[in-house]
């Protein structure tokens, strides 16, 4: 994201000169530039600028020769009179005293000394100290000791004003060296969003930055002289006009190949992130940063016209700059010529360049290329070769279309004013610049929508401080033209957040909506909180995890061939390549977080989590993608619900190993298949419904400790809505965890469906209930629930419990049989039971258990 | 085995009885009635002592069946009171009469005094230690992130919206088209977002709940105030502050002449409810394909001076707000007009207003969750910690 110089952000408004870095990216912030770093200035403290008075030469006994010098550095820092102690050389005046060993300066030069106090890049600190027999007062200071690399001329030794790296520049002793060599520079980065393209230049972030704080403000690109009269010098052929609207090509023959980039250029490009590379290159990514047009540099010599701007061909190969050889598709723009065998590429259209025309340093004559892109074009070109230019960044926003010409200038004057040479008399333009599309705007539009009262005068001056040209139109409106470098904005709704960003969105006041007032939470969401609080109250942990599985996981779960769970929903790009599916049940992810909280150091494990499972839709596996516009036929609609995967929410538990910590009140008991039935049972009570448990053999679990769970929907059908059971052993080891663990897993929405809205009333009988207990003799196969389904069936009306209380079998019960033992409350809402009506009842549920399941009343 | 029927009606109630109990007429004890003062007098004295002496209840029911029980000396004179000449039986009753009492009073008073501390010495053996850990079978937890999720329904509820829902696999169309991201917008690229198999399938893992927008207006049209609060997904690798998982959610409230600033009332109210205090709320102009004019919100830091309003400096070492004073939670904006044509709504009779805020980000903000981790990995350690609370 671009960096902003705050001294080259200040050529263009007017910066305060105690503006910091701190202060404007505050103030860019307040209009929607966000700060992403600040860079500090890179010297502090006293550098200033003294002359040279005396320099004595003192050979030194390891060799070396230093130079003791009295440096004039202004009334404000000399020393009024030399220390007795430590007089220093020739005539006594106001000076410091300064050992250097450098020798490339003579007594008169004007030189950089940092005085103690000042701190250098690398939080280098100067204090006085004694060296060579001398104090010396600070330091006289060379280019790389200030951060500016080495010397343009390759002059070794200090910095002398008037050379290398201070060329050009002069001074009195005293001066602030800082400011004169451009050390104290700031630097902000700052995040531009896709719809403000002309926020990557100096340009439009200085006219940013005048819009929020009223600073004065000159465009650049209106101080450019334009000489080049439009002529064809070069032919330039746009083959698809929509790709490349406008081409601008403009010469300049002569430069000296030699040439250097001059330090203040070269210092902001390197302060805005680009490293410099030769005069030509860096000129043109100084004027791109400055105005936000990319430029790009052809040797002249290398070229052969015609330029043709077309799409590649199929095949079509490019080594680009960066020394890559890239495969073209048929999307790719390309920059053409008729080098080689007559059509050759030579670029990639507003991303980068090829090696074949690339200025070298022996380059003198060049072709300049200032274009319009389509930002889709390039941006699609960029990402499929994986090559975010400065350039494709800038065309991929949108770049002003006025700009070719003027910025093409721009850099020729920039090349002849440091390298020499001629600027062509022609310029070649081809193309055309579209003008932008008016916008109609209600003068209380903006009120309408941001809820401030705007006066004319706001709205009106707002728009056109952004460049827009807005004249009055039928009734309360505007038509207001955008500039050039505002695509983004089509509809009046870009209009108004243009005004209430200038006016400033702190002053939209605070007004809290009066909604019309909700039904509150649905029963489902209700439930669902539910059946969490009740889990978590019997002791269960909930936690979290992520649906991505590995297709293993079917088989870890021992999920037999046809299972439904296989139906997994895959993902084209899933982040580990190991795990591309999404899980079909929650167990899937649940048993894994048991293990990894066991290798954790948790001895025992009570966990729940409620989350999404998804099965693939049988429907079909495309959603239509209709056309945004309008809202989507019913039909297209109903084609995107059909298409995507059947999801639910699942609630699902593991509980294993001990139920509690050993506690001095005995042994906890450990967690069993019993308690995964009773967590289910808990969990669907708490939203109101009841569950029905049949036996099964069901993955993962141990195929004679599983069941099925099921409810009663309001249509009076039982449907399956879950199971749980004793892990299978072998799932049980592959997860690490303890013996008889158990599990269940619920679909907690059909679940909820399954409640009734409303749980009507009982009647409370005040009469005394009977209580009848029975021992059934049964075969072993038949279930506690056949027997007390039995036994309901028996008693009649008159049941209000029935409670198993013991189940025993052994040698007095007989091989394969088991006894159960009920308790059953007879009452009847009507009067006091009589002895005959108990017998009756007794007899009606002996004779049931015996008809339904053949169990014998034991003596 | 029958044990029913036990009390079938209710026993008569006990009117024909007489409740006191009148002196047996026994017949006069043999031997002849005498009335020894001075025995009378050392049969009370000794009755007393033995009844200050008496260590316990055992000891005491003891020393009455001794001094008033039948064949007392107490006892005897009593019965032999009625053989005695006329003249003497009212001086004798007297005598033997006020003996008893007295001795009956003392036996009373001691029966009391000894029992209450016999329940006391009792319960004081009965003592136990009531630190001992009564943790036999520990309460389980809720896991934060779903508690937090509740909590910002029932603002929402409170303020009169309603809470909606949609599913994680969703169509692009809903997710993207509708939404007024256009086909070439980076979010849609293989980098950012996670798509469902085969190519082009049209379908994704949803990055934000805003589809769920889309449903509701699609379902029930204007004017519309809801909630979505949901799971989203992102191409992101896992590290402390990302997650390819998470948590959002994303308020749409459309009507006729909604406005920004109705925007900003909303969102100072969330953050009142959120992070408490005086909320200060700003926002700043950013861009989003979805609303028009769009902006960041930031909350004033609740935790460090800058709480206080925009004119204290923050904190700068404030670990919350990193010394800016100001926290960024998300974006928001005026719903754009394409995205109403989209969903069925006409721009030009309805506005509104959407916005979106990462739970995991309120969360770490609010409690001090150092590590987006600790809420995806499902360590019981980190639930447990808050119990049912946050």
């Given at each position: 994201m671009p960096r902003i110089p705050l001294t080259w952000l200040g050529e263009h408004a007017e910066l305060p000169t105690t503006a910091s870095a701190f202060e404007v990216a505050t103030d860019l912030s307040r209009l929607g530039?966000?700060?992403e770093a600040i860079f500090g200035a890179q010297v502090t403290g006293p550098l200033v600028v003294g002359r040279v008075l005396e320099l004595v030469k003192e050979p030194q006994k390891n060799g070396k020769t230093i130079n003791w010098v009295r440096v004039d550095v202004g009334p404000e820092h000399n020393e009024d009179a030399d220390n007795p102690k430590d007089p220093q050389p020739g005539e006594e005046r106001p000076s410091r005293g300064i050992i250097c060993g450098a020798h490339n300066f003579v007594e008169g030069d004007l030189v950089v000394v940092s005085l103690p106090g000042t701190v250098l890049p690398g939080d280098f600190a100067i204090a006085a100290r004694k060296t060579y027999g001398h104090v010396s007062d600070g330091m006289i200071c060379s280019g790389e000791e200030l951060g500016l690399g080495p010397d343009p001329d390759g002059e070794d030794g200090i910095i002398v004003l008037g050379?290398?790296?201070?060329?050009?520049l002069t001074a009195e002793p005293g001066d602030d060296a800082i400011a004169l060599l451009g050390l104290a520079d700031e630097v902000v980065e700052i995040n531009v969003t896709p719809d403000r393209g002309y926020c990557f230049s100096m340009r439009g972030v200085a006219r940013e930055y005048s819009h929020a704080t009223g600073a004065a403000y000159t465009d650049p690109a209106t101080t450019v002289e334009l000489t080049a009269q439009p002529g064809a010098e070069l032919e330039v052929r746009l083959e698809d006009p929509a790709a490349c609207s406008r081409f601008v090509a403009l010469s300049v023959t002569g430069v000296d190949p030699s040439a250097q980039t001059p330090r203040w250029m070269a210092r902001r490009l390197t302060l805005a992130g680009m490293r410099p590379i030769s005069l030509i290159v860096d000129v043109t990514n100084y004027v791109m940063l400055d105005l936000g047009q990319p430029l790009h540099a052809y040797d002249a010599a290398k070229l052969v016209g015609p330029i043709t701007v077309r799409r590649a061909r199929k095949g079509e190969k490019l080594t680009t700059l960066d020394d890559v050889t890239r495969t073209l598709d048929p999307a790719d723009l390309l920059i053409t010529d008729a080098g080689g065998e007559g059509d050759r590429v030579l670029g990639l259209a507003g991303v980068m360049g090829g090696e074949d025309t690339e200025v070298s340093d022996t380059t003198t004559d060049i072709l300049l290329e200032a274009a319009t892109f389509d930002p889709v074009t390039v941006a699609r070109t960029a990402r499929r070769h994986r090559l975010p230019s400065e350039a494709s960044k800038r065309f991929e926003r949108g770049v002003d279309p006025q700009l070719p010409l003027i910025a093409a200038h721009r850099a020729a004057q920039l090349i002849v004013e440091h390298g020499g040479g001629q600027i062509a008399a022609q310029v070649t333009d081809a193309g055309t610049v579209t003008e932008p599309t008016p916008v109609t705007l209600g003068l209380h539009d903006a009120e309408r929508v941001v809820g401030i009262a705007y006066t004319d005068a706001q709205v009106i001056d707002a728009l056109e401080a952004i460049g827009c040209t807005v004249e009055r139109g039928e009734g309360e409106t505007l038509l207001v033209t955008p500039p050039s470098w505002r695509p983004d904005l089509t509809i009046r709704e870009d209009l108004v957040e243009e005004i209430a960003r200038l006016v400033g969105y702190a002053e939209i006041p605070s007004v809290l909506p009066t909604a019309p007032g909700g039904r509150g939470l649905t029963v489902a969401q209700r439930s669902r909180r539910a059946a969490r609080r009740a889990l978590a109250e019997a002791g269960l942990i909930e936690v979290n995890s992520a649906p991505f599985v590995a297709p293993s996981i079917h088989d870890a779960l021992r999920y037999e061939e046809g299972d439904a769970r296989h139906r997994a929903v895959r993902v084209l790009n899933p982040l580990a390549d190991d795990e591309p599916l999404l899980r079909t049940e929650l167990l899937q992810t649940l048993l894994p977080v048991a293990k990894r909280n066991l290798g954790r150091g948790e001895e025992s494990v009570a966990i729940f989590q409620r989350g999404s499972v998804f099965l693939a839709s049988e429907a079909g596996t495309i959603a239509p993608v209709p056309a945004p516009a309008e809202r989507p036929s019913d039909a297209d609609l109903e084609a995107i619900h059909a298409a995507l995967p059947v999801q639910t929410t699942a609630l699902a538990a593991v509980v294993g190993g001990s139920s509690g910590p050993d506690s001095w009140q005995g042994e906890p008991a450990p967690w069993g298949w019993a308690d995964a039935f009773d967590m289910a049972r808990r969990a669907a009570a708490a939203v109101g419904a009841e569950l029905e448990v049949r036996q099964i053999e069901r993955a993962p679990f141990h195929p004679g400790r599983a069941g099925e769970l099921r409810v009663l929907t309001a249509d009076g059908d039982s449907i399956v809505v879950g199971a749980a059971g004793e892990l299978h052993p072998s799932v049980r080891k592959e997860f690490s965890l303890p013996v008889r663990t158990a599990a269940f897993e619920l679909d907690l929405e059909a679940v909820i469906a399954a409640a009734p809205a409303v749980i009507r009333a009982v009647p409370v009988p005040t009469y005394p209930p009977a209580k009848e207990d029975f021992a059934f003799v049964v075969e072993e196969t038949v279930p506690a629930s056949a027997v007390e389904a039995a036994i309901l069936v028996g008693a009649g009306d008159l049941a209000e419990d029935v409670h198993l209380f013991d189940v025993f079998t052994g040698e007095q019960i007989g091989e394969g049989k088991k006894s159960l033992a009920y308790a059953v409350k007879l009452r009847s809402?009507?009067?006091?039971?009589t002895a005959e009506q108990i017998g009756t009842a007794r007899k009606g549920i002996i004779a049931a258990v015996e008809s339904a399941v053949g169990g014998v009343l034991r003596a | 085995m029958v044990r029913g029927a036990r009390a079938p009606s209710r026993p008569p109630p006990e009117?024909?009885?007489?409740?006191a109990n009148p002196v047996s007429e026994t017949s006069p004890a043999p031997g002849g009635p005498t009335i020894d003062e001075q025995a009378i007098t050392a049969a009370v004295d000794a009755a007393l002592a033995a009844i200050a002496a008496a260590p316990d209840t055992a000891a005491l029911k003891q020393v009455r069946i001794e001094h008033v029980g039948d064949a007392s000396v107490l006892t005897s004179a009593n019965r032999a009171i009625k053989d005695l000449p006329k003249e003497q039986k009212a001086a004798a009753g007297k005598l033997v009469g006020q003996g008893k009492g007295r001795v009956q009073q003392a036996l009373g008073a001691r029966q009391a005094e000894l029992a209450a501390a016999e329940e006391e010495a009792a319960l004081a053996a009965e003592t136990v230690d009531v630190t001992l850990p009564t943790d036999r079978r520990p309460r389980g937890a809720a896991h934060p992130l779903w508690t937090l999720t509740e909590r910002i329904e029932d603002f929402f509820v409170g303020i009169g919206w309603e809470i909606a829902e949609g599913p994680e696999a969703e169509s692009s169309w809903l997710n993207f088209d509708a939404l007024n991201a256009d086909a070439d917008h980076p979010s849609r690229s293989h980098q950012d977002t996670l798509y469902l198999a085969?190519?082009?399938?049209?379908?994704?893992?949803?990055?934000?709940?805003s589809p769920v927008q889309i449903r509701a207006m699609l379902e029930r049209g204007a004017p519309l105030y809801v909630a979505c609060p949901g799971t989203v997904y992102r191409a992101d690798e896992m590290d402390a502050t990302h997650s390819p998982m998470f948590n959002q959610v994303e308020g749409l409230a459309i009507d006729k002449g909604l406005t920004m600033a109705n925007l900003v009332g909303t969102l100072d109210a969330l953050a009142a409810h959120l992070f408490g205090g005086a909320p200060i709320t700003r926002l700043r102009p950013n861009h989003f394909p979805f609303t028009e004019p769009s902006a960041e919100m930031d909350f004033r830091?609740?935790?460090?001076?800058?709480r206080h309003g925009v004119e204290h400096d923050a904190d700068p070492d404030c670990r919350v707000c990193g010394g800016t004073g100001w926290i960024e939670m998300g974006g928001c904006g005026m719903v754009h007009p394409n995205v109403l044509r989209a969903a069925g709504i006409d721009p030009e009779e309805y506005q509104g207003f959407a916005f979106g805020l990462g739970i995991e980000r309120i969360l770490m903000l609010r409690n001090g969750v150092p590590d987006m981790r600790d809420m995806v990995e499902g360590d019981v350690r980190f639930s447990q910690h808050y119990g049912t609370e946050i």
């Open positions: 530039l966000e700060e050379r290398g790296h201070a060329k050009g809402p009507e009067a006091t039971l | 009117h024909s009885r007489t409740k085969p190519e082009d399938s049209g379908m994704l893992l949803r990055t934000q709940t830091c609740f935790a460090c001076d800058a």
